[in-house]
C-alpha cells in the first residue's frame, strides 16, 4: 500500500468492497458463542479440533464465497462428539468463537498460575484476573502436563467452581438446633470441647483426595498423635491405582506407579480397558492420538463403543465380567506363537499351566467375540513395544482380583507397561501418604459400619460421604467449601478455603508433584485446611502442629514419608519435573490365575444389567451439573444411556422419565438413546459421592416414570 501511495499520489482512496455474510449467532451450544460474521476462515479452529484433539467436530462446508466453518448438516455441537475443551476458542483470532461467560467483562488486569484440582492430571492454568476476582481461566502453554491444553472443567468450570453460591464463608455451630455463624475462636473451641469428652477408638476422620498433601498429612497426624484414633479413611470409592496395588500386595508383586505422560506416545501398541479415556483423562487421550498418528495400534477393550472409538485398530466390546478370560486368552497366544523372550519368571509354571486348560471355544462363548478377531489382537500386541491402560470399568464387581491378575500377567509377558490410573486431585498423593505413614488405619467400609453400629460416636469430615442419609452420629464436624446434605445436620461447620485461595501440593496421576499457589484473597473466613486443623490440634495443647505457611509442613512431610523426599519448591519454580520417589524395586512375577465363574446376573424380574462410571464433575462436595448449566447439557448424571432397540422394545424415547429398579433400590433418571451401549445393558454415571452401590453391576428392570 506504501508503495502504491508514492507511486500513484493522485489515487487518495482505494475500496475494499465488504460484504457483510448476515450469518445468524449460534447461541444454541453450553459455553462458548459462534459469530461466522467474523470469521476469516483461517482454518485454525478446523486444525486445531481434527490434529490436536481428534474430535473432527466442525469443519469447512460449501465451497467459494459460500464456504463457512461449521458441522454435518449444521447440527448443534454438542450433538456431533464436541467436548467443549475450549481450544477452537483459544485458537481463534477475531473473536468468532466467544466465551460466553467473559463477553460483557472488563479486560483482566492481571494474570496468574495454579493446578487444575477437577481431575487427577493437574494441569497448569493460566486464571485472568480484574481488581483481584477471577474472569476466566486458560490451559498454559508452559504447562509440563497439559502443553497449552485443557478440557471443559479446566477451561470453563473454574471461576463458577470458585466463586458458588453454595460456598460456606463463615465458620458455624448449632445452637438451639439451628446453625448459627461464630468467629473462628469459638468454633474451634466448641469443636475441641467436645471431641474431648469422646475416646479415640470413638471418633472417625474421613479424608479427601481432593485436598492438598500438607492437609491430608496433618489429618493423619491430628488422628494419630491428637486424638489417637485407627479410624481415618477416605472416602471416595476404591480407584484403579489403590485397586491394582491391593492385589499386587497380597501376591507379593511391586509394580512401579510412575510413569511420564509422553511415554505413552512412545508405544507401538496401547491397550485400553475398562474407561472412556477420552472423558475421565482428556490429556492423556491427546497422548493416545498423538501415537495413534505415528502409527501405533490401539485396542480397546469395552462393553460400551468409546469415545473415540473411531480411531482404534480393534475394539474389543467384551461381554461385561469375562474381561479376565480375554486377557488370559491374549496370554496363551503369545506364548503359542513363541512370542515370549525366554525369560523365566517366578509363577510362570504354574501359570502357563493354567493356561493350558483355556479353550478358544470358551473364551469365544464368554466374551462374545469371535476367534478371528481374538487372534488378531494378539498378534497386534506381539508386534512392540506395548502399554496398557485401565480404569473403572475392571473393578466394578466381584472379579477385581482376576481381571486385573489376568491384565498383569499379560502385560509382564509382553514386557510391556501397566498403567493404573487414579481418578481425583490428589489421589496418588492421599495414597503414598497412608501407604507409607505407617499408621494402621481402618477402612472406610469399616468406619461406616462402625458408625451405623454406634461404636464411633463423633464423626470429622474433610470431604462427602456417600449415602450419607444413613450416617447418624452423637457429634458431627464438617469441613468443606460447600454447603451439603450433611453440612446442614452438622454440629460445626469449618469454611475451607478452595485451592485458588491457598498454597499447597498436589500430586497427579502420573506421580508427579505440583506445588499449586493462591491467586485470590480467601471468601469469608474461609481457611486453608492445614491451618483449620492446625488451630484444631493447638487446642489439645500440640506446640509441634503451629505452622505459619504450608511450606513449614512440606518440609516435615519430606523427612516423615521417604516417597516426598525428592520433592523442591524452588527447583519445580524452574521447571525441573519432580516425581514420587518409588522406594521399592519393582519385582516382576507372574500372579496366580484367580478362575471366577461368570454367572448371569439378569432374570425375567431384571433383564436388564445396569452399569456405571464414575463421575469425576465434581468439587468436594459442589457438584458441577447442578452450579453450571452446561455441564447439565453435556453430561447430565440423570441419563440413563440405553441401545435404541431396547428402547423401542420398553416403548422409550429420548427425554422419557424412568425409574431404574435394583434388588438393592431404585433411581429416577432420563432415558437416552445411543448405538454405543449394547443390548441388554443400561449405562448411567452416577457420582459416587451420592450413590454407593453406583459401583458394581446390578440386574435392573426399567419403569416409566411418573
Request: net charge positive; with cysteine; charged share 30%.
Given at each position: ?8 499520489p ?7 468492497p465488504?460484504?457483510?455474510?448476515d ?8 459455553f ?27 469443519t ?16 448443534p ?10 481450544a477452537?476458542?483459544?485458537v ?17 488486569d492481571?494474570?496468574?498460575k ?30 509440563a ?17 470458585v ?111 475398562g ?60 506364548l ?24 478358544a ?5 464368554s ?38 491378575a ?24 492421599l ?20 458408625v ?24 458431627l ?5 460447600y454447603?451439603?446434605k ?14 485458588a ?58 523427612k ?23 522406594s ?5 512375577k507372574?500372579?496366580?490365575?484367580k ?5 448371569e446376573l ?30 447439565e ?34 433411581i ?35 419403569k416409566?416414570?411418573?
Amino acid at each position: 500500500m506504501r508503495r502504491v501511495q508514492i507511486h500513484y499520489p493522485q489515487i487518495d482512496k482505494i475500496d475494499f468492497p465488504s460484504v457483510y455474510r448476515d450469518y445468524e449467532v449460534r447461541r444454541d451450544d453450553p459455553f462458548f458463542d459462534r459469530n461466522y460474521n467474523l470469521c476469516i476462515l483461517c482454518g485454525r479452529c478446523v486444525r486445531v479440533c481434527h490434529e490436536i484433539r481428534g474430535a473432527s467436530t466442525v469443519t469447512f462446508v460449501f465451497r467459494g464465497s459460500h464456504a463457512v466453518v461449521g458441522t454435518v448438516l449444521d447440527r448443534p455441537l454438542q450433538e456431533v462428539g464436541c467436548q467443549f475443551c475450549g481450544a477452537c476458542v483459544d485458537v481463534c483470532p477475531t473473536g468468532a468463537l466467544t466465551e460466553r461467560a467473559i463477553k460483557y467483562e472488563p479486560l483482566p488486569d492481571d494474570q496468574a498460575k495454579t493446578i487444575c484440582p477437577l481431575c487427577s492430571m493437574g494441569c497448569e492454568l493460566d486464571v485472568m484476573l480484574n481488581k483481584g476476582r477471577i474472569l476466566s481461566t486458560r490451559p498454559s502453554k508452559e504447562g509440563a502436563v497439559n502443553l497449552g491444553q485443557a478440557c471443559v472443567k479446566g477451561r470453563f468450570a473454574i471461576k463458577d467452581t470458585v466463586y458458588s453460591s453454595q460456598r460456606i464463608l463463615k465458620p458455624m455451630i448449632r445452637r438451639r438446633k439451628e446453625l448459627e455463624e461464630v468467629s473462628w475462636d469459638e468454633a474451634l473451641d466448641f469443636v475441641a470441647q467436645r471431641l474431648k469428652s469422646y475416646k479415640g477408638k470413638e471418633i472417625g476422620l474421613i479424608q479427601s483426595p481432593q485436598i492438598s498433601c500438607e492437609g491430608n498429612f496433618l489429618v493423619e497426624r491430628f488422628a494419630r498423635e491428637v486424638v489417637k484414633s485407627q479410624n481415618v479413611d477416605f472416602s471416595t470409592g476404591i480407584s484403579p491405582l489403590e485397586a491394582f496395588y491391593e492385589t499386587a500386595h497380597k501376591d507379593k508383586v511391586k509394580p512401579r506407579f510412575n510413569f511420564k505422560r509422553e511415554e505413552i506416545s512412545e508405544a507401538d501398541v496401547i491397550l485400553l480397558a475398562g474407561l472412556n479415556l477420552a472423558v475421565s483423562h482428556p490429556i492423556l487421550w491427546l497422548e493416545v492420538l498423538k501415537a495413534v498418528r505415528k502409527g501405533t495400534k490401539l485396542i480397546m477393550v469395552s462393553p460400551d463403543e468409546p469415545l473415540g472409538g473411531r480411531h482404534t485398530t480393534v475394539c474389543l466390546r467384551v461381554k461385561p465380567g469375562s474381561e479376565a478370560s480375554l486377557f488370559n486368552y491374549l496370554s496363551k497366544r503369545l506364548l503359542k506363537d513363541e512370542q515370549a523372550d525366554g525369560r523365566v519368571l517366578e509363577g510362570q509354571e504354574f501359570f502357563t499351566t493354567d493356561l493350558a486348560k483355556l479353550t478358544a471355544a470358551k473364551v469365544v462363548e464368554s466374551t462374545g467375540i469371535d476367534e478371528n478377531t481374538l487372534n488378531y489382537a494378539a498378534r497386534l500386541l506381539s508386534e512392540g513395544k506395548s502399554c496398557f491402560i485401565f480404569g473403572m470399568g475392571l473393578i466394578q464387581d466381584s472379579r477385581i482380583e482376576q481381571n486385573l491378575a489376568a491384565l498383569w500377567n499379560l502385560a509382564l509377558l509382553n514386557k510391556g507397561r501397566i498403567i493404573p490410573l487414579g481418578l481425583e486431585t490428589n489421589s496418588r498423593g492421599l495414597f503414598e501418604i497412608k501407604r507409607k505413614s505407617g499408621q494402621k488405619t481402618k477402612p472406610f467400609d469399616q468406619i461406616v459400619q462402625e458408625v451405623k453400629g454406634g461404636q464411633i460416636k463423633a464423626l470429622y469430615l474433610f470431604g462427602p460421604v456417600p449415602g450419607n442419609k444413613k450416617l447418624k452420629t452423637e457429634f458431627l464436624v464438617v469441613q468443606d467449601s460447600y454447603l451439603n446434605k450433611m453440612s446442614e445436620r452438622a454440629d460445626a461447620v469449618f469454611p475451607a478455603a478452595t485451592f485458588a485461595e491457598s498454597d499447597g501440593m498436589f500430586v497427579n496421576v502420573e506421580g508427579r508433584m505440583q506445588s499449586f499457589h493462591r491467586v485470590i484473597e480467601p471468601l469469608g473466613d474461609a481457611k486453608p485446611d492445614w491451618w483449620i486443623v492446625s488451630q484444631l490440634a493447638l487446642r489439645w495443647g500440640k506446640k509441634d502442629f503451629l505452622y505459619k505457611k504450608s511450606s513449614d509442613i512440606l518440609r516435615e512431610l519430606k523427612k516423615a514419608i521417604p516417597a516426598f523426599s525428592k520433592v523442591s519448591t524452588s527447583a519445580q519454580k524452574g521447571g525441573l519435573p519432580r516425581f514420587i520417589q518409588e522406594s521399592d524395586k519393582e519385582k516382576e512375577k507372574f500372579m496366580p490365575l484367580k478362575y471366577q465363574e461368570r454367572t448371569e446376573l439378569t432374570s425375567k424380574t431384571y433383564p436388564f444389567l445396569l452399569g456405571s462410571e464414575y463421575n469425576l464433575d465434581y468439587y468436594r462436595s459442589l457438584i458441577l451439573s447442578d452450579e453450571i448449566k452446561g455441564f447439565e447439557i453435556i453430561r447430565n448424571p440423570r441419563w440413563f444411556k440405553l441401545n435404541p432397540k431396547d428402547a423401542k422394545r420398553l416403548d422409550l424415547e429420548d427425554g422419557d422419565e424412568v425409574e431404574v429398579v435394583s434388588p438393592v433400590g431404585k433411581i429416577k433418571g432420563i432415558i437416552r438413546n445411543t448405538d454405543s451401549v449394547p443390548e441388554g445393558m443400561v449405562r448411567s454415571c452416577l457420582f459416587w459421592i451420592e450413590e454407593p452401590s453406583s459401583s458394581p453391576l446390578l440386574p435392573v428392570k426399567i419403569k416409566r416414570g411418573k
